[in-house]
Structures are given as structure tokens and as C-alpha cells.
């Protein structure tokens, strides 16, 4: 927390008790209006000028980030004990209505800015709004910059509040107050209204909001928040089943985290029928875990600190992988099971088919990391553990027969990674050595520098043939990959390891696998290229082949999504020419204005796959950094990224079609 933040504090505890009424500022306080908000604009300011350093950046994440920003303040009040109900609206002009029950942003005079407290928590930067003591105001992660760099961020936004009977409102325009607050009613209603338009001036990408993107959020917080009911509504869309006409979900969690377990595992098979649960306070730590086994080999993890989901792990992670590790151990050694076995267990082993939840709520976190989303503070780590410890003793003392098949579980995963040593020292050995090494299938670049190198993975030789003729050989790579690749989602670790294309994978990225604690964990520091391009028919094999590699990767090299190294392109679908005229088109709406710009008597292309182009289309289209366009993979949620892809690849049929019915982007291409 910074010093400012503190004096703010203090001033709002001296302020207790006297409530002057904004509308009633004259003389002295006026000139002090004056004043002080040129002081604060300076803040606001600042954040206009640097915007990715308040909300990380200024693509899609970071207008999104806007929504959370002002929801996290609601979620404040609902930890408080202050709120139950909080709805998100998206606008037809995407602008973002917030509304909650909590106690409402207080508008009497804040003495030492000489405004309403709520103009001050809307236009002064750091100010928080919170001041007091027992929230969890976060200070290093992107959430917690408080709502006035919302405000600053868009071009207009009202505050409504209804408090002590009144009904208040302050309007700005990028961040600058257009009146002081004043009262417009009178309300039985207690809470905060927030309507922002974000800036397009700033957000120059674009300002359309994904439902799905806020859906998930909302549906993560109430799964952290039980007993808050949270909704979203959509006004772009028209819904005639719903109740409101529109497009919209209302998400609520009698048993939190317990739930969330069973939400995440819901296309997978279970291995005991409980999820293992405890809440509950260590060194005053409030520590929440979830916990339950299914029948598949991946390990799903997931942290949380004050509702932000730390990606990037840190103490209260290992705190539960020493308990959790320490508690089954322990178990599994008197319970003689292990008696046979010839080789120590490890960490990992104890963790395949996990599906797990942490949540811990810091008063003063630490974040470290890439992305800050690594906790950092020591004392979580002992609480978490400890917390786990308790849980899952009492759990294996009462559950006999669980206790049993998990330990079973760990012995055939242990034993699996016995048998994957060598298969992985295989590619190991292949790894270090730098010339020979290398896989005869790849055709390599002749920079020698990662930041500058792409390597593009290609379906099929044939297509792999067209690509290395177009490429540009000095800092473009080409791998090709035989049909599909192995599904990993199905497939025990050691077959992953074993598996010709995988291995090739591994070999021509230059990346090595397994530490001393964590025989699966990435190292990334010798990437060979810093772009990993998937390129693939725009048909839907090709797309199959897409989310079989993206599979790979989000589950065996995180590091690399995260890292921001993995990237799909995007291959045009038609060749429109009349005479000597020609141009590509992405899209069926593409295609026809390119037609009709034409005005008539064109042939149209389709491009059924990568092998219909010559080399030299090839690059003008799919290659050339100059004109194509690579989407890069991210992972905005870690939680549906894994539930996508346990349903996309795993056993369930009926969810996964209802998927792809969804999301058929080729369905009609193709028929
Ligand atoms: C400052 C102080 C208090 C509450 C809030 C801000 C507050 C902010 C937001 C933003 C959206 N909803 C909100 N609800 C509350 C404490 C209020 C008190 O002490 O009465």
C-alpha cells in the first residue's frame, strides 16, 4: 500500500461521523474543489498516458480488466459482509452498468480534498475508496487500482449512489467531474450504480465486449464468493426463452470451491465421488481448498488470491503440494501399500488426476513473476499446508475405500513415470546435443538468435514442402508433423514422451522437461524460436489437428502459451480473380465484396488446404510478416481453458458436439 493511500486514511478516520452534504460547499471549500482536482487530474492524466500500467494493456484484456476493476469493489463489499447481489449489464453501446446492494460509496465531505468521498474515489488515483482496515486490497496484481482509473479510462461514466435515503449522482467525461455530486431522489435502495463507456481514444482495438469472456469471470467469482448471487445480462443480444429478453446468466454458490471442483471435473470421470473440502483460518490467514481425484493422467491446479487467480502459482501452491504430498505419504506408508514397490514416489505422481482449488485471501500480498501472479509471501505457505494437512487426514481416516483407490492411483502413476525415464532421457539426450540433434525433419534457420526465429508447425509433408520453399529461410523454420498427433487428454504421460512427433517437437524447440521436485515441469530458457507458429488446413481436419496441438501444448508446455510464444496462422479460404486481378479473402463476407468490387464475371477459389497453394501464395498470405495475420494463443481463464479441453478430447460425446456446434466456424465451408 502506498503512502498515500494510508494519509487518505487517516483523513476519512478524522472525518468519521461528520456528514456534510456536497451540495453545500461554498466560499473556501469551493476554492479547495478547485485546487485539489487539478492535483488529481494529474493522476488521472497519468494513467491516460500510460494506461498499461494500470490495467497491463490496452487490447481486449485490459477492457475487460475495466469490468473487474469495478466488480472487484462490489466483491469488497460482499467479503465485508455488506453486499449480496451484484449484476453486470453489457449495454447495446458497450458501455458496462455495474450494480450492487453494499453500503454504497459515501458522498459526505472528504476534509482533506475538500469534495464528496465519492468524487475523490472516482478521480484521485490510489485514493481506493476503501479506508477501512479489514478489506483485502490488493497491491501488487492489476486489480486494485481502484475505480478511478476506470473512470480516467472512459470517456464518460455516472456514479449513482443510494445511501442514508438519498439517491446521489456525479457525472465525468475522461475522468474530469462534469458537476459536483448531488442528490436526484430519495431510495429505500442501498448500493452503487457505475455506467462507463470506455474510451475509444484509448481503447483503439476495439471496445467490444465478449460475454463469454465476463460470463466466466462472473460465474469464477461467485464459485470464490458463495452466497453472492452474480449476474450478467447482455443487451445486444435478444433472447426470447429469457426471462429479462436478452442474453444473460445469473450464477450463485451454496458451496463455493466445493462446487467450482465439480464444475471443472464435469466432463470427466470421477475417481472417488466426494470432493475433499475444508475452509477455515490459519495465523490468521483465511485459507479455502478443494479437492478431487478423476480418472485421467493431468494434474489440474488451480490458486486464487483475493479472488485473483494466480497463474503463475507461488507459496500458497507449494504449501499445498508439501501438504498434500506429506498427508498421502504418510497414508500410503502405513498403510503398507507401498511395501512392493522398488522406487520412491514423488511429488508429481501424487498429483495425476488431481483436480484442485486454493484459494487464500492476504491482507498485504506480494506478487512476483512475468505476470505478477506469483504470491510471494513466505507465511502463506506453511498456513496452506497446514490447512491441508488436517483436511485430508481426517478425509483418508474416515474414507477407508477413497483412501485406498487414491493411494492405488499414486502407485500407477509412479510406476508409469518409472517406465517414461527413459523414453524422456531419450529426448533428454537429443535436447543437448546441438548438431545431429536436431530432427531430420526439420528444416531450420540460419539466425541464431530465439527472438528472431519462427518455427512453423505444419500439417502433413506435402504442405511442409510448399512452406519450406516459401519461407523465408533466415529466420523462418519448418516443421513437419505426420497427421495427427497423439490426443494427449487420453494418453498416459509416458506414451506423450514416446510419441515420434512429440519427441520432434521437444528436440527442434530446444525445450527439456523434468526438475528435481517435478518430473513434467518445462524449462524454456533454451527456446530455439520465440514465435511457434501452428499452421494447419482452414477445413475441419485441420482445425482438429489445431486443437490436438494446442492440447499438447496447454497441457504439457503451459510455458510457452504463457509466454506468449505460440501462435495459429491463418491461411486465406478463397483466391477471387477476374483477368489478371486476384485477391485473397478470409471470410465468405470478404469474398463477396471482393466479387462484387469486381462487379461480376470472377472465378473464386476455394482453398481446401495448405497443398492448393503454391509456395510463393504461401508466403504472400500465411508467411510474410508484412501482410499475414498470426493469432496468438492466450489463456484468459486457466480454469474454462482446462475445461475446453478436457471436453474437446476427452471421452464425453455430448457436450463436446454441443461445443463444436457452437463454435463450427467451418462447419458450412465444408458442406
Ligand atoms: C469507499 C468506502 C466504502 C465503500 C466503497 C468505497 C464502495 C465502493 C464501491 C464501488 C462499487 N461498489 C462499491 N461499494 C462501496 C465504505 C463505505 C462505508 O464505510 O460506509
Known amino acids: 500500500m502506498s503512502e498515500e493511500a494510508n494519509k487518505d486514511e487517516e483523513a476519512n478516520k478524522k472525518n468519521e461521523g461528520k456528514k456534510t452534504n456536497p451540495e453545500h460547499?461554498?466560499?473556501?471549500?469551493?476554492?479547495?474543489?478547485?485546487a485539489d482536482s487539478i492535483q488529481a487530474l494529474e493522476g488521472m492524466e497519468h494513467v491516460r498516458?500510460?494506461?498499461?500500467?494500470?490495467?497491463?494493456?490496452v487490447g481486449v484484456r485490459g477492457l475487460h480488466h475495466l469490468v473487474y476493476e469495478v466488480v472487484d469493489n462490489s466483491i469488497d463489499e460482499a467479503m465485508g459482509g455488506h453486499c449480496d447481489t451484484i449484476s453486470v449489464v453489457i449495454n447495446e453501446d458497450n458501455s458496462i452498468t455495474t450494480k450492487d446492494n453494499g453500503r454504497g460509496i459515501p458522498v459526505d465531505l472528504h476534509k482533506k480534498e475538500g469534495v464528496s468521498a465519492l468524487e475523490v474515489v472516482m478521480t484521485k488515483i490510489g485514493a481506493g475508496g476503501k479506508f477501512d482496515k479489514d478489506s483485502y486490497k490488493v497491491s501488487g496484481g492489476l486489480h486494485g487500482v481502484g475505480v478511478s482509473v476506470v473512470n480516467a479510462l472512459s470517456n464518460h461514466l455516472r456514479a449513482t449512489v443510494h445511501r442514508d435515503g438519498k439517491i446521489w449522482e456525479q457525472e465525468y467525461e475522461r475522468g474530469k467531474s462534469l458537476y459536483p455530486v448531488k442528490s436526484i431522489g430519495e431510495t429505500d435502495y442501498r448500493g452503487t450504480i457505475v455506467t462507463f463507456h470506455p474510451d475509444d481514444t484509448i481503447f483503439t482495438q476495439t471496445i467490444e465486449y465478449s460475454y463469454e469472456t465476463l460470463a466466466n469471470r462472473m460465474r469464477e467469482l461467485s464459485f470464490l464468493n458463495k452466497g453472492v448471487t452474480i449476474s450478467i445480462m447482455d443487451k445486444r443480444q435478444k433472447d426470447k426463452d429469457s426471462e429479462t429478453g436478452y442474453v444473460g446468466e445469473t450464477f450463485y454458490s451454496d458451496e463455493g470451491l466445493k462446487e467450482f471442483v465439480r464444475f471443472l471435473d464435469g466432463t470427466r470421470e470421477n475417481l472417488i465421488q466426494n470432493v475433499i473440502a475444508m475452509e477455515g483460518e490459519k495465523n490468521d490467514i483465511p485459507v479455502e481448498v478443494a479437492m478431487t481425484y478423476n480418472t485421467s493422467y493431468t494434474e489440474n491446479l488451480h490458486s486464487y488470491v483475493n479472488n485473483i487467480n494466480t497463474h503463475e502459482g507461488g507459496t500458497h501452491l507449494s504449501g499445498f503440494r508439501r501438504g498434500l504430498t506429506s498427508t498421502l505419504k504418510k497414508y500410503a506408508d502405513s498403510s503398507g501399500m507401498l511395501d512392493k514397490l522398488k522406487f520412491e514416489?514423488?511429488?508429481?505422481?501424487?498429483?495425476?488426476?488431481?483436480?484442485?482449488?486454493?484459494?487464500?485471501k492476504v491482507a498485504e500480498p506480494q506478487f512476483e513473476g512475468q505476470t505478477k501472479t506469483?504470491?510471494?509471501?513466505?507465511?502463506?505457505?506453511?498456513?496452506?499446508?497446514?490447512?491441508?494437512?488436517?483436511?485430508?487426514?481426517?478425509?483418508?481416516?474416515?474414507?477407508?475405500?477413497?483412501?485406498?483407490?487414491?493411494?492405488?492411483k499414486v502407485i500407477l502413476a509412479a510406476q508409469a513415470r518409472h517406465a517414461a525415464t527413459k523414453a524422456r532421457e531419450m529426448v533428454q539426450r537429443k535436447t543437448v546435443m546441438s548438431i545431429g540433434g536436431l530432427p531430420g525433419k526439420l528444416s531450420d534457420c540460419s539466425d541464431q538468435d530465439p527472438v528472431n526465429c519462427e518455427v512453423f508447425l505444419v500439417e502433413g509433408d506435402s504442405a511442409g514442402?510448399?512452406?519450406?520453399?516459401?519461407?523465408?529461410?533466415?529466420?523462418?523454420?519448418?516443421?513437419?508433423?505426420?497427421g495427427k498427433i497423439l490426443n494427449v487428454e487420453k494418453a498416459m504421460p509416458h506414451r506423450v514422451f514416446d510419441n515420434e512427433e512429440i519427441k520432434n517437437i521437444y528436440t527442434a524447440l530446444?525445450?527439456?522437461i523434468g526438475t528435481e521436485d517435478d518430473s513434467k515441469a518445462l524449462n524454456i530458457e533454451k527456446l530455439r524460436y520465440h514465435k511457434v507458429v501452428i499452421m494447419c488446413d482452414a477445413d475441419v481436419d485441420?482445425?482438429?489437428?489445431?486443437?490436438?496441438?494446442?492440447?499438447?501444448?496447454?497441457?504439457?508446455?503451459?510455458?510457452?502459451?504463457?509466454?506468449?510464444?505460440?501462435?495459429?496462422?491463418?491461411?486465406?479460404?478463397?483466391?477471387?480473380?477476374k483477368g489478371q486481378k486476384k485477391r485473397y479473402a478470409w471470410t465468405d463476407e470478404e469474398r463477396d465484396a471482393i466479387a462484387d468490387s469486381y462487379s461480376g464475371g470472377v472465378s473464386i477459389q476455394r482453398y481446401k488446404g495448405l497443398g492448393e497453394m503454391n509456395a510463393e501464395q504461401l508466403w504472400d498470405t500465411t508467411m510474410n510478416p508484412d501482410f499475414r495475420t498470426l493469432r496468438r494463443i492466450t489463456i484468459d481463464n486457466a480454469t474454462e481453458a482446462d475445461r475446453i479441453f478436457s471436453m474437446l478430447m476427452g471421452d464425453e460425446v455430448p457436450p463436446?458436439?454441443?461445443?463444436?456446434?457452437?463454435?463450427?466456424?467451418?462447419?458450412?465451408?465444408?458442406?
Open 25 to 34: 460547499l461554498t466560499g473556501d471549500n469551493k476554492r479547495a474543489y478547485s
Open 49 to 57: 498516458m500510460r494506461p498499461s500500467m494500470y490495467i497491463g494493456d
Open 345 to 360: 514416489i514423488q511429488g508429481d505422481d501424487f498429483r495425476e488426476g488431481l483436480t484442485a482449488i486454493v484459494s487464500v
Open 374 to 408: 506469483k504470491l510471494g509471501n513466505r507465511e502463506v505457505s506453511s498456513a496452506v499446508s497446514q490447512a491441508v494437512s488436517e483436511m485430508l487426514t481426517n478425509y483418508l481416516e474416515e474414507h477407508p475405500d477413497d483412501a485406498k483407490v487414491i493411494v492405488q
Open 465 to 482: 514442402g510448399t512452406a519450406k520453399q516459401g519461407r523465408d529461410r533466415n529466420f523462418q523454420a519448418i516443421l513437419p508433423l505426420r
Open 510 to 512: 530446444g525445450v527439456t
Open 542 to 577: 485441420g482445425s482438429h489437428i489445431e486443437t490436438l496441438i494446442l492440447t499438447f501444448f496447454f497441457r504439457y508446455m503451459r510455458e510457452l502459451i504463457e509466454g506468449g510464444h505460440v501462435y495459429i496462422a491463418t491461411p486465406p479460404l478463397y483466391l477471387v480473380k
Open 656 to 671: 463436446r458436439r454441443e461445443f463444436i456446434e457452437k463454435n463450427a466456424v467451418y462447419a458450412n465451408i465444408d458442406a
